[in-house]
C-alpha cells in the first residue's frame, strides 16, 4: 500500500509564488512516475505537470501552466515539488498528487492520489 501525502497549498495574491510537496511511502513499490492534476468547482480534473522518475526526470506540462509551473523530485524521499510563479486567479483549485507506483507483489502498476491540497489566488 502506498501513502501519498501533500502539504503547501494556502492562500495567495495573483501574481504570487507557491511551493506544493508530495511524499508518498509504504512498501513493496516503486515509482514510475509523479504528478499534480487540479480540480476546479464545475471543472473536470486535468493534468498540471508530471515527472518521471527515471535518471532523465521526462517532465509533463499542461498547456496553461507551461513557463509559470516548474515540477522536481527527489527519488531518495520519493517526493515532488510543484513551484508554482506567476499565478493567476484561474489557477484557484484543488490540487491532487499523482503517484504511479510498480507493485512488486502484483506484478503491475497502479495509481496513487492524495486527498487534495487547496490553492487559492486571490487579491
Known amino acids: 500500500q502506498v501513502q501519498v501525502v501533500e502539504s503547501g497549498g494556502g492562500l495567495v495574491q495573483p501574481g504570487g509564488s507557491l511551493r506544493l510537496s508530495c511524499a508518498a511511502s509504504?512498501?513493496?513499490?516503486?515509482?514510475?512516475?509523479m504528478g499534480w492534476y487540479r480540480q476546479a468547482p464545475g471543472k473536470e480534473r486535468e493534468l498540471v505537470a508530471l515527472i518521471t522518475s527515471r535518471s532523465s526526470g521526462s517532465t509533463n506540462y499542461g498547456d496553461s501552466v507551461k513557463g509559470r509551473f516548474t515540477i522536481s523530485r527527489d527519488n531518495t524521499k520519493n517526493t515532488v515539488y510543484l513551484q508554482m510563479s506567476s499565478l493567476k486567479p484561474e489557477d484557484t483549485a484543488v490540487y491532487y498528487c499523482n503517484v504511479r507506483a510498480w507493485r512488486f507483489t502484483n506484478y503491475d502498476t497502479k495509481a496513487y492520489w492524495g486527498q487534495g491540497t487547496q490553492v487559492t489566488v486571490s487579491s
Open positions: 509504504g512498501s513493496g513499490f516503486s515509482i514510475n512516475a
